[in-house]
């Protein structure tokens, strides 16, 4: 049995491991709602099916297995009973995608933490790991994110029971669809008394690491979202029937709106501003448009900047609406604040980066993670592993197997780390 100690495993092989998630990231690509591409969304069939492979996977490695109220898949390894202890680390991801998304988004999380309890071995830990696979993240079915993830941090809204997707579908009624009983979701929480803290690993979705020649970057914190949507009311009319200068056309409007994001996004320092939804009525070849809603997707380190570029642009569509005399309001306005990592895990992170030979690359995420909502939970920290081409939400999502065995060379190492730290009382499980 291995005692606390930073090194790792006796046999410990980090390419077999990693080769072993690469092939299970293929494997999980199989579970799709629409074939000839991935897609799986949150309590969908597919999702039924990707439950049942991984819990037969942690089953197998010796975990407990369970599903909450909110469709989370969890597999816990106990501590040590030699060693008191009341704590939880979580490691983990999720297992839902974006329509046509790629096999490793969210995915390779999981199963990296998966790789890491195999790697584990029965070493000696002071702490409880749970290893999740967080049901919903991307935010598609419901139109709202982090479904999975809030659920165990305590902080979901039982009024989101009532949104519906766009088959009518209630949050509610497809929670006991798949067999859960949504009145259960407040136990999902963890209790943050008995939470050691959350590390993640995900695919980084962006060029950076590439460009810098590294496998894997620690994430110095994740910047705030403003997810707001638009609409634009005008008249509809005929195509060839009413005078050019007579016509209030919503999409004209909206489509002014869209280069202003644009032109504004590009006059702020590390601001991201995006337009990614048209909704178009009637949506007829042979009609002047007569509403619009749009999405207006902006995103910043700093919350200050965020909410005052979010400002701007509101008021640039109001100024807009008002010169081409179409009626304009705000249908819907969600914000994310900008989360911070805690500097004692990644701390850990750096010192099992460096130990595995890899040179230290800090850099922030511009994409959300669970790891936002389970900051509300206690602390987090996260991982990124380089994404070659830097396309992600897509097809041609890639990953290296020698990153991906680099990855878990550092978890493995920074799981172990933590132990030695509780050993010494600098960190307290």
Known sequence: MRTLTTGLPDGFDAQALGQRVMDRCDSLAEHTDEPGRITRLFLSDATA????????????????????AAGNVIGHRSASPSLATTKTLVLGSHIDTVPGGGKYDGVLGVLIASAVIEALGSAVLPFHIDVVAFSEEEGVRFGLPYIGSRALAGSFDPAWLNRRDRDGVSLH???????????????????????????????????????LKRPVGVVSGIQGQSRVRLRFEGDAAHAGTVPMDQRRDALVCAAKLAVEVQDY???VDELRATVGLFEVWPNVRNVVPGAVEMSLDVRHA???????????????????????????????????QATHVDGNLTAALVEALQASGVELTEMPSGAGHDAVAVADLGPVSMLFVRHPGGVSHHADERVWPDDVATAVEVMTRYVLGLADQCHEGTLRP
């Open 265 to 267: 996004g590009r006059s």
């Open 49 to 68: 099916s990707v439950h049942a492979v991984l819990r037969r996977w942690m089953s197998e490695q010796g975990l407990a297995v369970r599903v909450d």
């Open 173 to 211: 009624g497809a929670i006991e669809h798949f067999g859960l009983d949504p009145d259960q979701i407040p136990k999902a929480a963890l209790d943050p008394e008995r939470f050691l803290g959350y590390t993640e690993v995900h695919l980084e979705q962006g060029p950076v690491l590439e460009h």
């Open 302 to 336: 700093q919350d200050e900047i965020r909410m005052a570029a979010v400002d701007a642009l509101i008021e640039t569509a109001e100024r807009l609406s008002a010169a081409d005399g179409v009626r304009f309001a705000v249908v819907e306005h969600q914000t994310q």
